[in-house]
């Protein structure tokens, strides 16, 4: 099946400082999606990006699928951006659609 | 809109006994749910896809016997972890699609649940 590799594995940072994560991914896929998992488990849907480009307040996503591999930024990083956050990839094949989340970052932001 | 929920948020049972997990679409239908699994400080793992009026779809590796999912509704999916044992402790997730899609989101999106753990003592 698909790889998915997330990096850095966790990331501390100070309160206002920018970060990027990074997602790569073994096979082309039709769907990417970017999770933010708050402290409490629940999973917050971030950005659908398949390809291209998406910004959504202090938060953009880039993916380039032809070299397989997409990119999370924050910035003027806050506390409640801390936690997991995971990419996920899904490759439809013959109607078999399902997600393959990343590894995950582990962010935290210290005030 | 899009959302999810799941009851119970936490359950601690005896091991042996037999824990269901209700996973509901609140303002959508959505004929196929799915259910994850997810261990300390690791990744979410795909159980199994859960379709509505047909059998659920098993992941390799995971007991069907074990895990049984029903779909009887196009807004309700269930998991039952029967016989629990202490390694069956884990924090269980369900999701959902919007087969209308939203108006910010393609169909393609899956929209999560807040999760349940579970304790098997």
Not at chain 1, 27 to 44: A, E, T
Not at chain 1, 46 to 70: C, H
Not at chain 1, 96 to 109: H, M, Q, V
Request: charged share 15%.
């Amino acid at each position: 099946g698909i790889q998915v590799e997330q990096s850095p594995p966790d990331l501390i940072l100070q309160e206002g400082a920018n970060s990027t994560l990074r997602c790569n991914f073994s096979d082309s896929v039709n769907n990417l999606q970017w999770f933010h998992q708050n402290p409490w488990g629940q999973l917050i849907n971030l950005f659908y990006i398949p390809s291209g480009t998406k910004q959504n307040g202090r938060l953009s996503a880039t993916t380039v699928a032809t070299e397989r591999y997409s990119l999370l930024y924050i910035s003027s990083s806050q506390t409640t951006d801390s936690g997991v956050y995971f990419c996920a990839v899904e490759r439809t094949n013959f109607g078999n659609e399902k997600l393959t989340f990343g590894t995950g970052t582990r962010l935290t932001i210290i005030p | 809109g899009a959302v999810v929920s799941q009851h119970p948020s936490r359950v601690i049972c005896k091991s042996g006994t037999s824990v269901k997990i209700e996973c509901r679409s609140l303002d959508f239908q959505a004929t196929t749910m799915f259910w994850y699994r997810q261990f300390p400080k690791q990744s979410l793992m795909l159980m199994a896809t859960s379709n509505e009026g047909s059998k659920a779809t098993y992941e390799q590796g995971v007991e069907k016997d074990k895990f049984l999912i029903n779909h009887a509704s196009l807004t309700l999916s269930t998991l039952t972890v029967t016989s629990a044992h202490p390694e069956d402790s884990s924090f269980y997730i369900c999701s959902a699609r919007d087969p209308a899609g939203a108006p910010v989101a393609p169909r393609e999106t899956q929209y999560f649940g807040p999760g349940t753990r579970l304790l098997v003592l």
